[in-house]
């Protein structure tokens, strides 16, 4: 499995961004989908994560209401939609796929494959 990010970029506070993390080769479709952040000088956090078969989605606190994660199937891409950012979303994210249960779903050591990280700059 093989997944390439992008969509990182410098936005002002209170703006947004799209994220896209297109998913190829082997069989992905058993897999969770999930996105990790991590700011200098930070642990990697989970940000939110959608199972590619059945589609349920999972979102971390500090990203609920304001981030959307979705999935095109067609595409095989996932997708993070992100409004109203904030400084403290600046981080490099990075999508990654995994077996996951619903206990395992934040932790970084669940997900066997990642991809590059794409930065996200937010400016005050």
């Known amino acids: 499995v093989q997944l390439q990010a992008s969509g990182g970029g410098l936005v002002q506070a209170g703006g947004s961004l799209r994220l896209s993390c297109v998913v190829s080769r082997g069989t992905f479709s058993r897999y969770t989908i999930a996105w990790f952040r991590q700011a200098p000088g930070q642990e990697r956090a989970f940000v939110a994560a959608i199972r590619w078969s059945g589609g349920s989605i999972y979102y971390a606190d500090s990203v609920k209401g304001r981030f959307t994660i979705s999935r095109d199937n067609a595409k095989n891409t996932v997708y993070l939609q992100m409004n109203s950012l904030k400084p403290e979303d600046t981080a490099v994210y990075s999508c990654?796929?995994?077996?996951?249960?619903?206990?395992?779903?934040?932790?970084?050591?669940?997900?066997?494959?990642w991809g590059q990280g794409t930065l996200v700059t937010v400016s005050s």
């Open positions: 990654a796929a995994g077996n996951a249960i619903v206990s395992t779903i934040v932790r970084p050591q669940t997900y066997a494959y």
